[in-house]
């Protein structure tokens, strides 16, 4: 075979590969628009499901997602950049960072349904928080605390060591040196990480499954330690618990949840590339 | 020192350095720099000059793994005991270094970021600081209409006139400079030297030259490093023109290098 010709079919066999790994993303989120778009009224997203759900909103399980994912990161954000901050900053390579190194790693690879297990055990059952936003934004925060230390590390890693330097050798403490130079250059990585991290949380059905979802709550909760409905739940539970469901009403929800997460990961590439744009280094 | 030289400034009692790896980088060096005067120290590379210049303000302290023994006096306080505030020598022993590293903020902001560490508020005392400091760097006429420009937007010579700047802007005791002309071409290095000279009046200097030739041109009082140990040391012109040692001489009339 000439070299011209194995050069065409290489580029023609990646070229459909690019294509292939592309275009589930246009089809999943073309098929659940055009489906699920007609149900999507002003009704639909402010008024509480009735008729065994068959009719009615989703308002209640919009709320409780929104509550969820920001909970867990009023859990998760801090405690996660101050761990991220520790890993980078501060710790010296021993055995004991090296284990809460290869502890982060093993935390991101656990199924999300065994997170939701020992939400369960730990914080609905032993604490007795009950089936609460409480437990499920705890759960949440561990299931997302090794996105959000891992991507935060990575970013405050990147910033350049000579500015660390220039700031000690000016006179600077430790912690002014980070507030000052390194933490302003790592937020935009931070942020990003953030986000993915919160949308992943804000996604996902297993670990509330047993620690905060109600199967079935009209009312809005009115304290952490409410139960609370909750888009991916509701999802879940209107595609295979209620029969007689409206296909719309699944589509519609489903459409609802992707664009609350699709907005989240839009605002983390545009954080990130505004930031690459501005870099001085 | 011989009678009439000037005061000293800081005096080195037998340090040494070494390193985890049981390399050596200064074995058992003694030398006193003067006050308001330009001390180079220069000799082949790894010789130990850099490894000195971050002792004098305990930069080695944020290297893993370095052993220090010995003494080093400021103004006859020992600044390497373990209770030394580390932060306020910091203050009082500036740094250059070899890459121009401004800080990733305007102009303006790099020069008056030591005081803000410090704790000064006062936006004129600020102020002042900051045009004494760049005017001292030979720089404040080329920055004076642009001072909230980025600083990675400078040439690589007016960065490093910057990071001088930042440093004369806490006003410092001593001004120590690790081959600070390296990656600047003959004009910048040349205003790099001329502000040396017009600040050594207020300041001690010790400088890492980038060549024999800028240790020549600029030093009161010379130093010689070979592979860690002090091999001669006394005024400049003594130093390049007659030295006393065989290897002095060898290095400066450049038999090897």
């Not at chain 1, 592309?22 to 489906?35: D, E, H, N, Q």
Request: with cysteine.
């Amino acid at each position: 075979m000439s070299r011209q010709l194995t050069e065409r079919l290489v580029f023609a066999l990646l070229t459909v590969a690019a294509i292939a790994t592309a275009s589930p993303i246009v089809l999943v989120v073309g098929y659940i628009a055009v489906t699920g778009a007609p149900a999507v009224t002003w009704e639909f997203l402010s008024a509480a499901p009735y008729d065994g759900m068959r009719a009615g909103g989703i308002w209640p399980a919009i709320v409780g997602t929104v509550y969820l994912t920001l909970g867990t990161g009023l859990i998760a954000v801090p405690l996660g950049i101050a761990a991220a901050i520790y890993l980078s900053e501060y710790a010296k390579d021993n055995p004991l960072t090296r284990a809460i190194r290869i502890a982060i790693i093993n935390l991101a690879g656990i199924p999300s349904v065994v997170y939701g297990l020992f939400g369960l055990g730990l914080f609905v059952l032993f604490l007795r928080f009950g089936t609460s936003i409480l437990a499920g934004c705890l759960t949440l925060s561990i299931m997302t605390l090794p996105v959000i230390i891992s991507t935060a590390e990575e970013a405050l890693r990147s910033v350049p060591q000579s500015f660390r330097v220039v700031s000690i050798s000016l006179g600077g403490t430790k912690w002014q040196t980070i507030r000052r130079v390194v933490l302003p250059q790592a937020l935009p990585g931070i942020l990003t990480g953030v986000i993915l991290g919160l949308e992943r949380a804000a996604g996902e059905t297993a670990p509330i499954l047993f620690t905060a979802a109600a199967f079935f709550l009209p009312r809005l909760p009115d304290s952490i330690f409410d139960a609370t409905m909750a888009l991916p739940y509701h999802l879940f539970v209107i595609s295979t618990q209620v029969p007689g469901m409206p296909l719309r009403i699944q589509y519609g929800t489903a459409l609802v949840l992707l664009i609350f997460v699709l907005s989240m990961n839009i605002v983390a590439t545009v954080i990130r590339s505004r930031a690459r744009a501005g870099r001085q280094w | 020192m011989t009678a009439g030289s000037p005061p000293p400034k800081i005096v080195v009692e037998k340090l040494s350095v070494q390193y985890d790896d049981g390399t050596e980088s200064l074995r058992n060096i003694s030398l006193t720099i003067p006050a308001n005067q330009i001390t180079v120290l220069f000799g082949p590379a790894g010789g130990g000059k850099s490894t000195l210049l971050r002792a004098l303000n305990r930069l080695n302290d944020l290297v893993e793994g370095v052993r220090m023994t010995g003494k080093i006096y400021l103004d006859g306080e020992d600044i390497t005991g373990p209770d030394m505030d580390v932060v306020s020598l910091r203050r009082r022993v500036g740094m250059v270094f070899a890459q121009p590293a401004p800080l990733p903020m305007t102009i303006r902001q790099n020069v008056t970021y030591g005081l803000e560490l410090a704790g000064v508020r006062h936006a004129g005392q600020k102020e002042l600081a900051m045009e004494k400091a760049l005017r001292q760097a030979a720089l404040w006429d080329e920055v004076n209409d642009r001072l909230e420009a980025p600083a990675a937007a400078l040439s690589g010579g007016q960065q490093q006139r910057l990071c001088l700047a930042r440093v004369l802007a806490l006003e410092p005791e001593v001004v120590l400079l690790d081959e600070p002309t390296s990656g600047l071409d003959p004009i910048s290095t040349g205003k790099v030297e001329e502000s040396l000279h017009e600040i050594k009046r207020e300041y001690t200097i010790v400088i890492v030259p980038h060549s024999v030739q800028q240790g020549a041109r600029i030093a009161d009082y010379a130093a010689f490093f070979l592979q860690g140990e002090l091999v001669e040391y006394g005024l400049g012109r003594e130093v390049f023109i007659a030295p006393k040692n065989r290897r002095t001489d060898d290095y400066v009339t450049g038999r090897f290098g």
